[in-house]
């Protein structure tokens, strides 16, 4: 079992849908959570950053952590057509004085008009 | 974007040949890392550097050696290409530990 587990989807939505994607985890030694956005033939971008548990906002997207289920989620609200891409969580623990973090496979999300 | 190149973008090569892709960088960030991207497995680690001529080994290690003789370059050698090493690869940098990576654009390599 990986340390990360991600559904890859695809998730096909209508715009303006509120979308819920979602990754669970092993390793109770994650305090960093981050969701990357993956265009096609594009490098990652990041999305949102958290540490250990709680809400972050940014705009329409919201990014959750309970590290008590070993469980997060990244919301977008009013989904656009433009937010058609592959998103990776990834996560991280303090370990050796860098950043090295694990990341999911990625779930691709579909937004049609 | 932040100031990562990577080169070649694209490249087709024949199995046992060396192939090497070169990450370059203008924000002086002390971490660099090299990942590869295939279906079903996501990003995994292969290398990464924590500094000028030091490197450690990711995930996937084996058959990549890499390279850091000044800060803003970061190579990663296929000594002899296989076709599993078909895929595309992702450079990254980050500034410091537990800060944002900032990732290239890729590089597609196969290997046939």
């Known amino acids: 079992q990986k340390e990360v587990e991600q559904d890859p989807g695809p998730l096909s939505v209508p715009e303006g849908a509120i979308v819920s994607l979602n990754c669970t985890y092993s390793n109770s030694a994650f305090q960093y959570f981050m969701w990357y956005r993956q265009y096609s033939r594009k490098g990652p971008e990041l999305l949102m950053y958290t540490y250990s548990s709680g809400n972050k906002e940014d705009g329409r997207f919201t990014a959750q952590v309970d590290k008590s289920s070993k469980y997060i989620s990244l919301f977008i609200r009013d989904s656009q057509p433009s937010d058609s891409a592959t998103y990776l969580c990834?996560?991280?623990?303090?370990?050796?004085?860098?950043?090295?973090?694990?990341f999911g496979r990625g779930t691709s999300l579909i937004v049609h008009p | 974007d932040a100031g990562i190149t990577q080169s070649p973008r694209h490249k087709v090569t024949e199995t046992g040949t060396p192939v090497t892709l070169r990450c370059h960088q203008t924000e002086n960030h002390r971490y660099m890392y090299w990942y590869r991207q295939d279906p079903g497995h996501g990003l995994r680690l292969i290398h990464y550097s924590y500094g000028v001529k030091d490197t450690d080994k990711g995930e996937v290690s084996d058959g990549y050696s890499v390279s850091r003789s000044k800060t803003e370059d970061f190579l990663l050698t296929l000594e002899s290409a296989t076709s599993s090493q078909t895929s595309v690869y992702f450079c990254?940098?980050?500034?410091?530990?537990?800060?944002?990576?900032?990732f290239g654009q890729g590089t597609r390599l196969t290997v046939v």
């Open positions: 990254a940098i980050s500034e410091e530990m537990n800060t944002e990576a900032f």
């Open positions: 990834a996560m991280s623990e303090r370990a050796g004085g860098s950043y090295i973090p694990t």
